[in-house]
């Protein structure tokens, strides 16, 4: 197989070896190659790097810890399923809640207030090729109302997962989840915290909520470590399998406008007959921004490039979820003659524990016979 026309162009060729490693659409990796049973990836730094391959690892069982057998040589799944960087991209960017605010009222000065028309100066072009808005400290040309924007809160650590455009897991990131605002020239909202609606997602799903037209995106973050996410940070994280933070029981008073004033501790309405609304409602938003699950129904668009893109399906979901597992033993620790015959002198490291339940899981199956 020889390399693309593109790696032949503009890359730095190398001898092939046994042959380039193909990526998953079958394109040759010009700077891969297979070399007997190694496998090299020349660096553009010049360093050659030899790439762990699954299958040497398991003939020799060189693993560099229990949990990476399981994970690659156990479960099959896995490797039928998953992206490598499903489990193995260390952090995703993740930017939730995109506040747009357009703004056609005046400055203080009484100005109107103006922004830079990125369409209509781009198609501005002169014989040098730059544009109308290329000079440095040009605003080229300028069109009427002034764009503001900001976000909820940030987040890097543990993504959420979905389905990909290859019909794969991965990590997803917010694409660009917006709730805009428009001021009028008279200083008034036109429209205050306002929601789209995908009505295409919901036809897609076949689902009787009507999906917000906020968007969680499949990503490769480009962020791969060896050490790739434990089991627990998926299989009993709400927020992996799209159920939000911590299961989605924060940040959720978007639907109603946030007053700090004297408040009645018994029916929660604000005392002052005069009072200021310091958070405007966004009232669609009924789960937070992390959310893409809620009572069974994807609540916001993922990945809406891609047909096959979307969050995690239920049969998905039911398989992988395992949260609450630790209560099948230790909701027994009250029943002290049971627990007696099962507890041991001291507390069990993380390893004396695993091999515990491993021994148990091999009697039960014993048990079968």
Same mark, same amino acid.
């Given at each position: 197989?020889?390399?693309?026309?593109?790696?032949?162009?503009?890359?730095?060729?190398?001898? &092939?070896?046994?042959?380039?490693?193909?990526?998953?659409?079958?394109?040759?990796?010009?700077?891969?190659?297979?070399?007997?049973?190694?496998?090299? /990836?020349?660096?553009?730094?010049?360093?050659?790097?030899?790439?762990?391959?699954?299958?040497?690892?398991?003939?020799?069982?060189?693993?560099?810890?229990?949990?990476?057998?399981?994970?690659?040589?156990?479960?099959?799944?896995?490797?039928?399923?998953?992206?490598?960087?499903?489990?193995?991209?260390?952090?995703?960017?993740?930017?939730?809640?995109?506040?747009? *605010?357009?703004?056609?009222?005046?400055?203080?000065?009484?100005?109107?207030?103006?922004?830079?028309?990125?369409?209509?100066?781009?198609?501005?072009?002169?014989?040098?090729?730059?544009?109308?808005?290329?000079?440095?400290?040009?605003?080229?040309? /300028?069109?009427?109302?002034?764009?503001?924007?900001?976000?909820?809160?940030?987040?890097?650590?543990?993504?959420?997962?979905?389905?990909?455009?290859?019909?794969?897991?991965?990590?997803?990131?917010?694409?660009?989840?917006?709730?805009?605002?428009?001021?009028?020239?008279?200083?008034?909202?036109?429209?205050?915290?306002?929601?789209?609606?995908?009505?295409?997602? *919901?036809?897609?799903?076949? *689902?009787?909520?009507?999906?917000?037209?906020?968007?969680?995106?499949?990503?490769?973050?480009?962020?791969?470590?060896?050490?790739?996410?434990?089991?627990?940070?998926?299989?009993?994280?709400?927020?992996?399998?799209?159920?939000?933070?911590?299961?989605?029981?924060?940040?959720?008073?978007?639907?109603?406008?946030?007053?700090?004033?004297?408040?009645?501790?018994?029916?929660?309405?604000?005392?002052?007959?005069?009072?200021?609304?310091?958070?405007?409602?966004?009232?669609?938003?009924?789960?937070?921004?992390?959310?893409?699950?809620?009572?069974?129904?994807?609540?916001?668009?993922?990945?809406?490039?891609?047909?096959?893109?979307?969050?995690?399906?239920?049969? /998905?979901?039911?398989? /992988?979820?395992?949260?609450?597992?630790?209560?099948?033993?230790?909701?027994?620790?009250?029943?002290?003659?049971?627990?007696? &015959?099962?507890?041991?002198?001291?507390?069990?490291?993380?390893?004396?524990?695993?091999?515990?339940?491993?021994?148990?899981?091999?009697?039960?199956?014993?048990?079968? &016979?």
């Amino acid at each position: 197989m020889s390399p693309l026309q593109e790696t032949a162009a503009f890359a730095t060729l190398y001898d &092939k070896r046994d042959g380039y490693l193909k990526t998953a659409r079958g394109n040759p990796f010009g700077n891969v190659v297979k070399d007997g049973d190694k496998v090299i /990836m020349h660096s553009a730094t010049g360093t050659d790097f030899e790439v762990p391959v699954l299958k040497t690892l398991s003939a020799t069982g060189t693993w560099k810890s229990p949990d990476a057998e399981v994970a690659m040589a156990k479960v099959g799944k896995h490797q039928e399923s998953l992206e490598c960087y499903a489990c193995h991209a260390s952090w995703v960017p993740q930017c939730y809640g995109c506040h747009v *605010q357009v703004n056609y009222g005046k400055d203080k000065n009484g100005k109107p207030l103006q922004n830079t028309d990125w369409i209509a100066s781009g198609n501005k072009r002169y014989s040098d090729g730059s544009t109308a808005e290329s000079a440095v400290g040009s605003k080229g040309i /300028m069109g009427p109302g002034k764009v503001f924007e900001k976000r909820s809160y940030l987040r890097w650590e543990e993504p959420v997962l979905g389905i990909n455009g290859e019909g794969r897991v991965t990590p997803l990131m917010p694409g660009c989840q917006i709730v805009y605002t428009v001021i009028g020239r008279d200083g008034e909202a036109v429209a205050l915290n306002q929601l789209a609606k995908s009505f295409d997602e *919901q036809k897609e799903l076949g *689902q009787s909520r009507t999906p917000d037209a906020i968007d969680m995106a499949p990503v490769q973050p480009h962020s791969a470590q060896r050490k790739a996410r434990t089991c627990e940070s998926c299989h009993n994280n709400p927020k992996a399998m799209g159920y939000g933070i911590s299961g989605g029981v924060f940040q959720l008073g978007y639907p109603r406008d946030i007053v700090e004033d004297l408040i009645d501790q018994k029916t929660g309405q604000v005392i002052p007959g005069r009072h200021k609304i310091q958070i405007p409602k966004i009232a669609d938003l009924d789960y937070d921004w992390s959310t893409i699950i809620k009572d069974d129904q994807q609540v916001q668009t993922v990945g809406t490039h891609w047909p096959l893109s979307r969050a995690l399906p239920k049969e /998905m979901r039911d398989a /992988m979820e395992r949260t609450g597992l630790c209560m099948g033993c230790h909701k027994e620790m009250s029943n002290a003659e049971l627990w007696a &015959k099962v507890a041991t002198p001291g507390q069990l490291n993380d390893a004396q524990h695993i091999e515990l339940m491993n021994k148990m899981f091999k009697a039960y199956a014993d048990s079968k &016979k």
